[in-house]
């Protein structure tokens, strides 16, 4: 069946520093890549997504890159604070059908 | 008002219980879901609700019972669950099929005992 792998499943960076976070997804007809970000005691929150039209997309400290022929998407987050710290869940969506990856703890050291 | 409110945030129930978890937005979204998310896992789909009718059921036991009375309601009615049943269970809404992403509640911890 259809899945996202994601990776890496934990991140350690110093505050300031720039973080990725790569996704790779199986079915093709997939046209929407959302990312949630989901913090201790809350549901995911949608932080950024983009289109499969589009390569790239930035909003402030936050990018997204989609590359359709690989199957790749990744997350981008320059300039980290210690707020940054969550888990992140890449997913692809195909109409009402959502495949979240299995996420990244993302620790930011002060 | 952007918010999705689920109601209780916490509920511990016997086997031998029936219980409802409630989710209301009033964002005006026409799609509705019910997600289930182990610790340490990502949420996983069990229903979608698409104006108001059942849109998907992710072949789940029927111990668990969806119902959506108006666009901006959903319930997820439980009956004779079981200790592998306990997690939290998300509700989310969005503006309709491929039209943008989800707005998660903060979701139910559900405990079976």
């Known amino acids: 069946g259809e899945n996202v792998e994601q990776h890496p499943s934990t991140l350690s960076v110093q505050e300031g520093d720039s973080a990725v976070i790569k996704c790779t997804y199986s079915d093709s007809a997939s046209n929407y890549f959302p990312w949630y970000k989901q913090e201790l005691g809350k549901g995911p929150q949608l932080i950024i997504d983009i289109r499969s039209n589009v390569g790239e997309k930035k909003d402030q400290r936050i990018a997204v890159t989609l590359n359709k022929t690989a199957k790749h998407f990744s997350l981008h987050i320059t300039e980290t604070q210690p707020e940054d710290s969550a888990v992140y869940f890449c997913?692809?969506?195909?109409?009402?059908?959502?495949?979240f990856g299995a996420g990244t703890r993302l620790f930011v050291k002060a | 008002d952007t918010e999705v409110t689920q109601t209780p945030k916490h509920l511990v129930m016997g086997m031998t219980n029936k219980k409802s978890l409630k989710c209301e937005q009033h964002m005006g979204h026409r799609a509705m879901y019910w997600y289930k998310q182990k610790a340490k896992k990502p949420p996983e789909l069990m229903f979608v609700?698409?104006?108001?009718?059942?849109?998907i059921n992710e072949s789940v036991p029927s111990r668990f019972s969806p119902e959506c009375p108006n666009s901006s309601l959903l319930n997820l009615h439980l009956h004779a669950l079981q200790p592998e049943d306990s997690a939290l269970y998300l509700c989310?809404?969005?503006?309709?099929?491929?039209?943008?992403?989800?707005?998660f509640g903060s979701g139910t911890r559900l405990t079976v005992v």
């Open positions: 997913a692809a969506s195909r109409g009402f059908k959502t495949i």
């Open positions: 609700y698409s104006y108001e009718k059942l849109s």
């Open positions: 989310a809404s969005s503006q309709g099929q491929g039209k943008g992403g989800y707005t």
